[in-house]
């Protein structure tokens, strides 16, 4: 049974930084393209960052200030967020999808807070 956990929200004030984490379990990690979705109140789910076989991808809105990445031997993967705006407050979720296939599953979430 496929499992997505996500930790590492809070509360921040602008500027600060968050290391947002997501432990997988029952698929072979390799196979997936990991993500990072978010979704604010009001507002629909939007891609965050995703990585793949090393590639990454990042939405405009946070190029330059968040980095995706992965530890394949612990089955997880990282979202840092620096310079952190009170636009980025929403809830993170972690994403996987078996490239190639329908397969996609989603984490419950972890809400990240950037106020003053």
């Known amino acids: 049974q496929v499992h997505l956990v996500e930790s590492g929200g809070g509360s921040v004030q602008p500027g600060g930084s968050l290391r947002l984490s997501c432990g997988a379990s029952?698929?072979?990690?390799?196979?997936?393209?990991m993500s990072w979705y978010r979704q604010a109140p009001g507002n629909e789910r939007e891609r965050v960052a995703s990585i793949y076989e090393g590639s990454t991808y990042y939405a405009d809105s946070v190029k330059g200030r968040f980095t995706i990445s992965t530890d394949n031997a612990k089955n997880t993967v990282f979202l840092q967020m620096n310079s952190l705006k009170p636009e980025d407050t929403a809830i993170f979720y972690c994403n996987a999808r078996a490239v190639g296939t329908n397969n996609n599953y989603w984490g419950q979430g972890t809400q990240v807070t950037v106020s003053s």
């Open positions: 029952g698929f072979r990690f390799s196979d997936y393209a």
